[in-house]
């Protein structure tokens, strides 16, 4: 496999990991001869920088899921490996009982053949050697004696419950026995089995005594700890580990008696108070079973699967009490600052070997993502209910607003953008949901919270397209008799939707969506190291974003560009304007026409005119914008011409051909358009180009008639002469009525009734 198949790949990973599993991924990795280093080389030998970075973050990727996969499968099977832990040590417990009992078995058989020789004890209590013989007639013997002074000695060491002593006791017992076992030294066996069948039954009341101590509700943690030692002394380890986590889940119970939701106590006070219990119990447990048990693999597993099922218990109950009911109406600030308290404590533990986050997450993620879909969905109705009244006039935050933060009012009004108050309310929802979810870094929710504020902004780009009169979707929703939003009438408050708009995209929401991606790339780092990792990681996130932001407030401006072009191009009575009968019935006259753009040219450069004016007051500081709002309406015309057949079909087909008089006329309508698009600076090299392929087209098609059109035409001095004249007109920087007529000059063939027609229109 070369590495351009292997890049390729990697780019397409989306589409590839829905065919395959995870085994099926790290099936490459598997082998026991796998070579890391041949296997990057291999496919690294003509890497590219952009190849590199796919493929390290395609890696990383995979080892997050490998990783995660290897900590559910170990969760997964806590459960049989202390099952099965617990049938081992038990079936040792029956070997050695069998073991015993067959040795017993053995003793008998070996004492009933050897007779009913007698032998003392080979060392008492103080190591004397002595041996007694002694007979069946005669009384009691001393070991006979020493027996039963030890039982008695046993009996009122359990009795006092001096622990200590008593194992001690047991301890040395059961050296005696072995030793005298070993030696067959101990005669008749059946003071051996005396011995035995006693040291086990004191063994069995110590071990009741201990238990029933550490389950008393009074026992402090030192005795706990005692208790537990001695019984595991007593060789009863599974069952010592077993009490004390027992005892510890009692007296979290106890302890939680106290904690009911209810008063002042509720909420994430409730939340914060009873995660500090509960995991500094589980921290408390294993603390004492490290310090007692140590790491033994089987005291360790039933550790954690204890720790796990107290954290499911916590888990349930504030998900419970605390978060479904604020989950389900939207509050997401509590069951977020629920949720953070908890994964705190929880982390803490993380030191003790302790990863309980993964159980939490399991359980509060749907919880939160709940809380957050709500959320989002309470931002779209606030902003719909506000649209429906926004006079869309654009005005600064309201003062205590989030988007001051702690500066000056005066120093936030300077730099606070102007928006209409749904806009200002859409900016203040999301800049807290972003401040509510940032912390739950633990619960990889900054994709979705990305996703549902772009999801979010969308659904307010389309309430302002509908706010545009003459939009698709206003109109059905007239139909239906639903009006959702106000309507936008005047160009200025239709400016004030783009405004609104385009401060969001670029500016306010990419500034409350880097507390998302931060929260996770540069968590716990230092500052300088945070600045670096911020300034690396953050900048292609945000340009995506950016991307997809300016990609609906495009469909807004092209609605915008294409609500007034449509106006220009047609009537109220929907018959069109623009058409071939403009250019085609001025070679009717016998005179020539008077020379000024035509009517639709003139308010296509007054509508342009008055939006840059309104723009230039609302788009400070965003001036390029501006002018890709002119260029956009400029383009909307002029594509419309080119591309309308009807158009073309009579200007190239016609019964009337294009004469002389209606080609000049078209020549100066594209000078004209050329000139004011230019002096605005928004002629862009596309809309320069079709212009130039209108007036080649129209031009081709008066030569079809086998008329010379250059002949026809006057110099390009003469157009732009006169689409200047036309401009200064238009603008009232120039009195027609002042003007020297000279024959021959272009504002020759100007007539006071056009002039006069022209300021009609610039008073419109």
């Known amino acids: 496999m070369d590495f351009g198949s292997f890049s390729s790949s990697v780019e397409d990973s989306a589409e590839f990991d829905k065919d395959l599993t995870l085994s099926e991924k790290l099936k490459v990795f598997k082998p026991s001869k796998f070579d890391p280093e041949g296997y990057v080389t291999s496919r690294c030998r003509r890497m590219g920088e952009k190849e590199i970075r796919h493929l390290c973050i395609y890696l990383v990727d995979l080892r997050k899921a490998s990783a995660e996969e290897m900590r559910k499968s170990v969760y997964s099977n806590y459960a049989a490996f202390i099952r099965t832990s617990r049938e081992i040590s038990d079936l040792e417990g029956q070997l050695l009982s069998l073991r015993n009992l067959l040795s017993t078995r053995a003793n008998l058989v070996h004492g009933l053949a050897d007779g009913v020789g007698i032998h003392s004890l080979s060392d008492g209590p103080e190591g004397s050697k002595a041996e007694d013989v002694v007979r069946l007639d005669q009384g009691p013997s001393k070991v006979e004696n020493w027996l039963a002074q030890y039982l008695e000695t046993l009996e009122v060491l359990l009795a006092e419950r001096r622990v200590d002593e008593a194992l001690a006791a047991l301890e040395e017992g059961e050296k005696m026995a072995e030793e005298a076992e070993k030696q067959k030294s101990l005669t008749p066996s059946a003071l051996l089995l005396s011995l035995q069948a006693a040291i086990m039954e004191k063994r069995k009341k110590l071990a009741d005594q201990l238990a029933e ?67 500094s119990t589980i921290a408390q447990a294993a603390s004492d079973s490290l310090a007692i048990f140590n790491e033994e693999p089987a005291y360790v597993s039933e550790l954690v699967t204890w720790a796990v099922k107290q954290t499911e218990n916590f888990a349930q109950l504030v998900k419970r009490h605390v978060l479904d009911l604020p989950a389900a109406s939207g509050g997401l600030r509590p069951v977020a600052e629920s949720v953070h308290i908890c994964f705190g404590h929880c982390s803490l533990l993380e030191a003790r070997g302790l990863a309980l986050s993964p159980v939490l997450l399991k359980i509060f993620r749907p919880c939160v993502e709940r809380a957050l879909n709500a959320n989002l969905k309470r931002i779209e109705q606030s902003t719909a209910a506000l649209a429906a009244a926004d006079d869309w006039s654009l005005n600064y935050p309201p003062v205590g607003s989030r988007a001051f933060g702690t500066t000056s009012i005066g120093t936030a009004l300077s730099s606070q953008p102007r928006l209409s108050c749904s806009a200002h309310k859409f900016n203040s929802m999301v800049q807290e949901l972003c401040e509510d979810v940032s912390p739950l870094e633990s619960l990889q929710l900054s994709d979705a919270a990305l996703e549902g504020v772009i999801q979010a902004f969308n659904a307010y780009v389309n309430l302002m397209i509908n706010a545009l009169p003459g939009s698709t979707e206003t109109e059905n929703l007239e139909e239906t008799g639903h009006k959702i939003v106000r309507m936008a009438e005047t160009e200025t408050q239709q400016i004030a939707l783009l405004a609104n708009a385009l401060m969001l995209a670029d500016e306010l929401l990419p500034r409350a969506t880097i507390k998302l991606s931060s929260s996770q790339q540069i968590y716990r780092m230092d500052e300088q190291s945070r600045r670096t990792s911020d300034k690396q990681n953050r900048l292609p996130e945000q340009r995506e974003l950016k991307r997809r932001l300016q990609r609906m407030v495009d469909q807004l401006r092209d609605t915008f560009c294409r609500q007034h072009a449509l106006e220009l191009i047609f009537n109220e009575d929907g018959g069109v304007r623009l058409g071939a009968d403009m250019y085609l019935i001025m070679d009717g006259n016998a005179d020539e026409p008077e020379w000024f753009p035509s009517p639709i040219y003139q308010e296509l450069f007054q509508k342009l005119t008055y939006i840059a004016s309104i723009a230039s007051d609302m788009f400070v500081g965003r001036e390029r914008f501006a002018t890709i709002l002119l260029m956009r309406l400029t383009e909307t015309i002029i594509l419309w011409l080119s591309d309308d057949q009807i158009f073309w079909e009579e200007i190239e087909n016609g019964p009337r051909p294009l004469g002389p008089f209606g080609l000049q006329q078209f020549y100066l309508d594209m000078e004209f358009v050329i000139l004011f698009a230019s002096q605005g600076r928004y002629l862009s090299r596309n809309l320069h180009q079709v212009i130039k392929n209108i007036i080649a087209r129209a031009i081709e098609a008066v030569a079809a008639n086998n008329m010379d059109p250059y002949s026809m035409l006057p110099e390009d001095d003469w157009f732009a ?13 120039a009195n027609f009525g002042s003007m020297e007529r000279e024959t021959g000059s272009p504002t020759a063939s100007i007539s006071a009734r056009s002039a006069s027609s022209v300021h009609s229109h610039g008073s419109t």
């Open 213 to 279: 101590a550490a389950c008393q509700s009074s026992i402090t943690i030192v005795e706990l700890r005692s208790s537990v030692q001695a019984l595991k002394r007593l060789g009863d380890g599974p069952r010592a580990h077993t009490l004390l986590l027992k005892t510890h889940y009692q007296k979290l119970q106890s302890n939680m008696q106290s904690l009911r939701p209810s008063g002042s106590l509720e909420g994430v006070a409730y939340t914060a108070a009873l995660s500090q219990l509960v995991f």
């Open 721 to 733: 002469e006169v689409a200047q004249i036309a401009i200064k007109m238009l603008t009232g920087k």
